[in-house]
């Protein structure tokens, strides 16, 4: 899986300006029938997502008045698709969120899914890419952000290198694995399932932990999101899908044998081993040492959003406050 950063274009803000509300009258259910709700996944399905999936599966959803309609982003991407009211919900990631509202988009993050950043730069273990400071004269696969090559250079410099000395090749959506045997020296990957997937075709990697050359970039990747017109609307609604949500991951957390079944019996094309594996390494960093699931810290927004100012990112400073929040989930009361 890898690692999605979506550009936030003047188009996406015309169109939340223009947005009418997306909630139905302030009421999840007239008549005992469902509220019909529209999630969107920020890539295809995998094990970031259990949760969701569980929480269909087990009548979470259901039990709290919700029809969850669970769709893929589309060329729009999720952002796009939630800010502008054709999705209620879905899934993004902090540096997301941040640029989105600084353009005018007011998408707000519900929940932190996986509390640590668990991305990494992986590279096949014989190229022998262990420090930062090896990567000069490698070639990056990368996908096109700007933000992938500020976050890059930020450890490299940390480590005394520069990644003027780093050739960056866009590949696209190149399988991993594919993409370092043929293209490239090493890519930006989610260990919590291509990191698996190495482990299960017993292909050897190295992997450098953005986390250990800078705390700022400990951020939060993935995160359930919304609209802020449909916090204003209906927040009813809003905190009756994040608390099915809450328990949908709670599941995963503590049964996480039968959440990837959910996962597989509703994604039949993954590949069930991988899931299973992959389930297994999160049931302890979905959580991490947080009060509880989906809590979002203050200071990771900050520091984050000023390490993204301090490095040309964004052109203004983030009001971390309205770009989160913790209201809708079961154990902020």
């Known amino acids: 899986m890898k690692k999605i950063l979506f550009p936030i274009i003047l188009a996406l803000f015309l169109a939340a300006c223009g947005n009418g509300d997306n909630a139905d009258d302030g009421s999840s259910a007239e008549n005992g029938a469902l509220e019909e709700i529209t999630f969107v996944l920020d890539w295809t399905p995998n094990t970031n997502h259990t949760g969701i999936y569980a929480a269909q599966a087990e009548g979470y959803y259901e039990e709290r008045g919700l029809d969850v309609n669970i769709v893929l982003p589309g060329e729009a991407g999720a952002e ?170 709670q599941f995963a957390m503590e049964q996480p044998e039968a959440a990837a079944e959910h996962l597989i019996e509703a994604e039949p094309d993954l590949d069930p081993e991988l899931v299973r594996a992959s389930q297994e390494w999160l049931v302890d960093v979905y959580q991490g040492d947080a009060p509880y699931w989906g809590y979002q810290a203050q200071d990771v927004w900050q520091n984050y959003s000023d390490w993204m100012y301090e490095n040309e990112l964004i052109e203004s400073e983030l009001d971390v406050e309205q770009a989160y929040t913790n209201e809708f989930l079961p154990g902020a009361e």
Not at 107 to 117: F, M, R
Not at 180 to 202: C, K, P, S
Not at 210 to 235: C, G, H, K, R, W
């Open 80 to 249: 796009q698709t939630v800010a502008t009211g054709n999705g209620d919900f879905g899934i993004s990631a902090q540096e997301n969120v941040t640029q989105a509202r600084l353009q005018g988009v007011d998408i707000v993050s519900l929940a932190a899914i996986i509390q640590d950043n668990t991305s990494v730069l992986a590279s096949p273990e014989e190229y022998g890419l262990e420090t930062p400071s090896d990567l000069e004269g490698q070639t990056y696969g990368g996908y096109g952000s700007p933000i992938e090559e500020e976050t890059i250079a930020s450890i490299m410099q940390a480590d005394g290198a520069d990644i003027s000395e780093v050739d960056i090749l866009n590949i696209g959506d190149t399988d991993f694995f594919t993409a370092v045997q043929r293209d490239v020296d090493f890519a930006w990957i989610y260990y919590g399932w291509t990191g698996i997937e190495a482990e299960l075709r017993d292909f050897p990697l190295n992997t450098i932990d953005f986390t250990e050359y800078s705390d700022a970039l400990n951020f939060y990747t993935p995160v359930l999101m919304t609209n802020q017109n449909l916090i204003d609307s209906d927040p009813e609604t809003v905190r009756a899908f994040t608390e099915a949500t809450a328990e949908g991951y």
